[in-house]
C-alpha cells in the first residue's frame, strides 16, 4: 500500500487533468451539434474533414513549413553551435547568451515586433531594404515572413542543444581527425556530425511538433491569411471551435493534428534509429 500512497495522488491528477480530457476530447469528435442536441455521428466528422478545402490547406502550409523551414533553421542552428564552440571566438558566454534570448521572448511580443517591422507603409524592413513588399497581405510574401520569425525565434534554441551536443564530442576524437590529416569540413562532416545524430533527432521531433502546434505567430501576424495562405491547423481548430462554437469538429481537428505527430515523430525516430544501427 505504502507505493499507492505516494503514487495515488500523482495518478489521481493524471486522471483528471489528462486521461479524463483526452478521452472526452475523442468521444467529442465522433459527436455533432443540431439545433443545441448532441447528436452521435461516427466518423463523420473525420469524414468531413477530408473535403474541407480550408483544412487541407492548412496541412499544405505546415508540410510547406516542415520543408523549407525546419531543415534551414537546424542548419543554420548547427553552423552557429558549431561557431559558438570553437575556442578562438571572443566573448562567446555573451554569444550564447544573445543567440537564445528570442527563446524565452514571449509568443505574441514576438510577433507583433515582427507585424511592426513588416508594415507595408512604414516598416522597418521595407526601409532599410529600399523596397514596398507587402509582406503581411501577399500570400507568398506572408509566407515567408511567418517563415522568417519563426526561424529567428528558434535557431538560436536548437543551437544552445546542439552546442551541449557538440561539448560532448571528446576532444581526443578531434585530435585523431588532425593527425589522420582532416580538415575542419571532413572532420564535421565524419565525426562531429554522425555523434550529433541522437541531438538532430530530438531538434527535428520537437521542430516537426512545434510546426504542427502553431498558432501565436500566424494569429498575431496575418490571422491566417490572407485568404488561408497562412493557415494553420491549430488556429483553424481555434477558429472552429471558439469561433463558430462546432467543438465537435474542432476535437476531430485535434485527434487528427495528433496522429500527425505522433506519424511523423515515428517515422524519423525510425529513419535516425537505421542510420544508427
Given amino acids: 500500500m505504502i507505493p499507492w500512497f505516494f503514487a495515488g495522488p500523482a495518478a489521481a491528477l493524471f486522471l483528471i487533468f489528462f486521461a479524463y480530457p483526452l478521452a472526452a476530447s475523442f468521444v467529442q469528435s465522433l459527436q455533432t451539434t443540431d439545433g443545441g442536441t448532441v447528436e452521435w455521428a461516427g466518423a463523420g466528422q473525420y469524414a468531413r474533414l477530408l473535403a474541407d478545402p480550408s483544412f487541407l490547406q492548412s ?35 555573451t554569444l550564447r547568451a544573445a543567440y537564445f534570448l528570442p527563446a524565452v521572448t514571449t509568443l505574441v511580443a514576438y510577433a507583433v515586433v515582427f507585424r511592426v517591422l513588416l508594415k507595408t507603409e512604414g516598416g522597418a524592413v521595407n526601409q532599410v531594404l529600399g523596397v514596398q513588399v507587402d509582406w503581411l497581405n501577399d500570400p507568398f510574401w506572408a509566407r515567408v515572413a511567418l517563415i522568417a520569425s519563426i526561424t529567428w525565434r528558434w535557431a538560436g534554441y536548437n543551437a544552445v542543444i546542439l552546442l551541449a551536443g557538440l561539448q560532448a564530442v571528446g576532444r581526443e576524437q578531434y585530435e585523431a581527425a588532425a593527425i589522420d590529416g582532416a580538415g575542419s569540413l571532413t572532420t564535421f562532416r565524419r565525426v562531429i556530425l554522425p555523434q550529433l545524430r541522437p541531438v538532430v533527432l530530438f531538434c527535428s521531433i520537437t521542430s516537426t511538433i512545434g510546426t504542427l502546434q502553431l498558432f501565436d505567430e500566424p494569429m498575431v501576424l496575418t490571422g491566417g491569411g490572407p485568404g488561408d495562405a497562412t493557415l494553420t491547423p491549430i488556429l483553424y481548430l481555434y477558429q472552429v471551435g471558439f469561433r463558430q462554437f462546432d467543438f465537435g469538429y474542432a476535437a476531430a481537428i485535434a485527434w487528427v493534428v495528433v496522429a500527425l505527430i505522433g506519424g511523423l515523430s515515428y517515422l524519423q525516430f525510425r529513419y535516425f534509429g537505421r542510420e544508427r544501427s
Avoid: K, T
Fill in 59 to 93: 496541412l499544405v502550409n505546415v508540410a510547406l513549413i516542415l520543408i523549407v523551414q525546419v531543415p534551414v533553421m537546424i542548419g543554420l542552428a548547427l553552423v552557429l553551435a558549431y561557431v559558438l564552440n570553437q575556442s578562438w571566438l571572443r566573448f562567446r558566454a
